[in-house]
């Protein structure tokens, strides 16, 4: 696929990314520990082998999804928002608010990740080392503050900081990931083999498919096609390879799964692991909340004013995050902040790839019916994941399940329907 050059195209910074740089900007935040969670969580409930399975197949998944992500935005260099703007311009009820709602999506959605993140790794660094201050001192605290600051430094430099850091800091934290899962302690505890289950795989997949969405804002960089198919394949493959090394860190990890743990729960033995561990953790976020970052300024740049548009943008929502964080930390959680802006993405990454193929292959137009049929197919399944995250209902219902079956029928119907008044 050639490269078609817009006018957009030629203000992006940073446009010949090699499959490498692309990769390690995304591979750095695979890494952090949210994301290897998810192996704690599927090795709990399923055998070793059942899991490998889960994570093969939702990885080839993902390949699929995210290849589809990038034929639609790789023509133009468009971000997500750009294709947001091509797929809900000019519908009937919404017109351009469609755009700003999706915008302010992708700020909310940086608001909880950039707290989760911060929250966890200022939790590991002080269950592992204690620092000695008066009563009125909070270390965690403490420590949260001089990741933000940290992580709102390396903001500044909008993409071409954040490659830089990605490519010289994938390296030391794969090292790393080595190094605690040699040291680590506990061995994984085999279980029989009772037959293939893919109960956990809509799991594993909604929390990878997540940051999916925004995959364009950073492919929009790639040298070439041929550099970003290379850039996804090492990407999947080296995620395979460290969600199957993150099953054999349950003893490590779980401690952290539930808030700051006591130092006694947590399973360190010796200096090397200890060290290895807080890099791991301390380099992911940092280059997870600076790439975070990055994607919150498309939106940043559609709702805000063009005097707040450019490099101090960067600074802004680093240092807006920073104090957003010291604000609601310890008062109350954002997980279902996070779980909502999450299924949010995954529907609306579906729903840019189904409308791409149908246009594509059925040769569908993107005309305002079409449009109003994709918005309402990513509104409505957004709307009863929101509701199921409340308890309100289907809860007994997978969140990716639920959202994807209502999203595939709203199109297939309504585009059914249009197809038959046109006979």
């Known amino acids: 696929m050639a490269i078609e050059k817009s006018a957009a195209s030629h203000s992006i910074p940073d446009t010949n990314q090699s499959s490498w740089q692309?990769?390690?900007?995304?591979?750095?935040?695979?890494?952090?520990?949210?994301?290897?969670?998810?192996?704690?969580?599927?090795?709990?409930?399923?055998?070793?082998?059942?899991?490998?399975?889960?994570?093969?197949?939702?990885?080839?998944?993902?390949?699929?999804?995210?290849?589809?992500?990038?034929?639609?935005?790789?023509?133009?260099?468009?971000?997500?928002?750009?294709?947001?703007?091509?797929?809900?311009?000019?519908?009937?009820?919404?017109?351009?608010?469609?755009?700003?709602?999706?915008?302010?999506?992708?700020?909310?959605?940086?608001?909880?990740?950039?707290?989760?993140?911060?929250?966890?790794?200022?939790?590991?660094?002080?269950?592992?080392?204690?620092?000695?201050?008066?009563?009125?001192?909070?270390?965690?605290?403490?420590?949260?503050?001089?990741?933000?600051?940290?992580?709102?430094?390396?903001?500044?430099?909008?993409i071409v900081t954040l490659r830089k850091l990605a490519t010289f800091s994938l390296p030391i934290i794969l090292l790393a990931f080595v190094v605690v899962l040699i040291l680590n302690p506990s061995k994984i505890a085999f279980q029989e083999h009772q037959g293939l289950s893919l109960a956990a795989l809509p799991m594993i997949l909604g929390i990878n498919l997540a940051v999916t969405a925004d995959l364009p804002t950073f492919f929009r960089h790639s040298k070439s096609w041929k550099e970003s198919i290379m850039a996804l394949t090492i990407l999947q493959l080296v995620s395979l390879a460290l969600g199957v090394g993150g099953l054999f860190l349950g003893a490590i990890i779980q401690p952290f799964a539930n808030g700051i743990p006591t130092t006694e729960g947590v399973v360190m033995n010796g200096a090397l692991l200890k060290c290895a561990f807080v890099l791991l953790v301390a380099l992911s976020s940092i280059c997870a909340n600076v790439s975070n970052v990055y994607s919150a300024s498309v939106g940043w740049e559609v709702v805000m004013p063009e005097r707040l548009v450019g490099k101090k943008e960067y600074l802004i929502l680093g240092l807006l995050l920073t104090m957003l964080f010291i604000s609601v930390a310890g008062i109350f959680s954002l997980e279902k902040l996070v779980d909502i802006t999450d299924s949010s993405l995954i529907n609306l990454s579906f729903v840019f790839v189904i409308g791409y193929l149908l246009s594509k292959i059925l040769k569908i137009p993107l005309g305002t019916y079409e449009r109003t049929v994709y918005f309402l197919a990513w509104l409505i399944p957004t709307l009863l994941n929101i509701l199921q995250y409340s308890g309100v209902l289907l809860s007994t219902i997978p969140v990716l399940v639920l959202g994807l079956g209502v999203l595939f029928f709203i199109i297939i119907f309504f585009l059914s329907v249009r197809k038959l008044i046109k006979m």
């Open 22 to 158: 692309l990769a390690a900007i995304q591979l750095t935040g695979v890494t952090s520990l949210p994301v290897l969670f998810a192996s704690v969580l599927l090795i709990q409930k399923n055998s070793f082998f059942n899991s490998f399975l889960i994570l093969v197949i939702a990885n080839v998944f993902l390949w699929v999804i995210r290849y589809g992500l990038m034929a639609v935005s790789f023509e133009g260099r468009k971000s997500v928002i750009d294709i947001a703007r091509d797929y809900f311009k000019s519908i009937w009820l919404f017109g351009k608010w469609g755009v700003y709602i999706i915008a302010a999506l992708l700020l909310l959605s940086t608001i909880a990740l950039f707290i989760e993140e911060t929250t966890i790794v200022s939790g590991v660094l002080t269950t592992l080392f204690s620092i000695n201050e008066g009563p009125n001192i909070d270390p965690f605290m403490q420590i949260s503050v001089v990741i933000g600051i940290i992580s709102t430094i390396f903001c500044t430099g909008g």
